[in-house]
């Protein structure tokens, strides 16, 4: 091999040993890298970003709108939801919880060296489908048909939707056994095998008693909710009326009225009867919270009333003791003074010590 093409071939190592996006036969220990990161709505992501030689520089994370995170570790974005996690020369974590649709993006980790280098970590969100909704039924007769339709919300990406019977994933059209023929025509998809309706029966007031005005709600669930609801006695033969609503209201409550109750919530895709045994006490007094309440408040006032009486009592006696006899000027002369103008002058003129006072007419 000649010296010219030893220069060249030496030339052509050296391009490619520095190629910026050749065949990295030599890694930039300056260039930072980070990684791709996926997270569910409602979740919590880590960013981490890490560079080898930070050439006294530090590190920073920016959003997919080009607004400074955190540059080392000052808080540059007011955003509680965005944490730092790990701040050093060599590395910068940051969290971000709570994660929305629209924290999707490309963040950008940068390090101002010269030049300045960058790296990219792409955040994927991913949406959770909500409860799928079923709409379209209604009565049918026989050789009649009707569609049903499926919908979920809030997917990314966007949710396979399929029907069931059981276990048994059902396509086209089905014919339902019922005490007449249905035949639906399935379009969409529904996960859910389908909300049969329920029911629960709630009474206001819990306790009830003789007397007393009674209402039991029946509580119908299902998709779609039970539209219909009948009450039922148990050795009643015909079916109770409500008067309001999905409600059997009691105006004045007797002992006759005890028994077991029953309501059945009705909807398209089948029925649910629920059951209350209903047991009317007597009409004595129930301790209640405002008995209970006027009860302390009766106590504090006997109290105050109790520490009013002591300070009286250690008042008086105070009073008492500092009780003294006080004399006036005829009082401290009366002894051994036939008359007033007598004790007066005594009294002037009996204090220990004292001169007697003279007056002189000129």
Known sequence: MGAPAAAALLLLLACCRWAPGGANLSQ???????????VVAGGTVVLKCQVKDHEDSSLQWSNPAQQTLYFGEKRALRDNRI???TSTPHELSISISNVALADEGEYT???????VRTAKSLVTVLGIPQKPIITGYKSLREKETATLNCQSSGSKPAAQLTWKK???????????PQSYWK??????????????????????PPHPREGQKLSLHCEGRGNPVPQKYLWMKEGSDPPLKMTQDSALIFPFLNKSDSGTYGCTAIS????????FTLNVNDPSPVPSSSSTYHAIIGGIVAFIVFLLLILLIFLGHYLIRHKGTYLTHEAKGSDDAPDADTAIINAEGGQSGGDDKKEYFI
């Not at 930039?28 to 996926?38: L, V």
């Not at 980790?109 to 030049?115: D, L, N």
């Not at 059981?166 to 339902?176: A, K, V, W």
């Not at 398209?268 to 059951?275: E, I, Q, R, V």
């Open 268 to 275: 398209n895709l089948g029925s649910y009867t629920a059951y």
């Open 183 to 204: 035949l639906l025509s399935w379009k969409g998809g529904c996960g859910d095998e389908g909300d049969t309706p329920t029911a629960m029966i709630r009474p206001d």
């Open 109 to 115: 980790c940068s390090i101002f060296t010269m030049p």
């Open 166 to 176: 059981g276990d048994q994933e059902i396509r086209g059209e089905y014919r339902l």
């Open 83 to 85: 944490q730092l996690v």
């Open 28 to 38: 930039d220990d300056s260039q930072p890298w980070t990684s791709d990161e996926t």
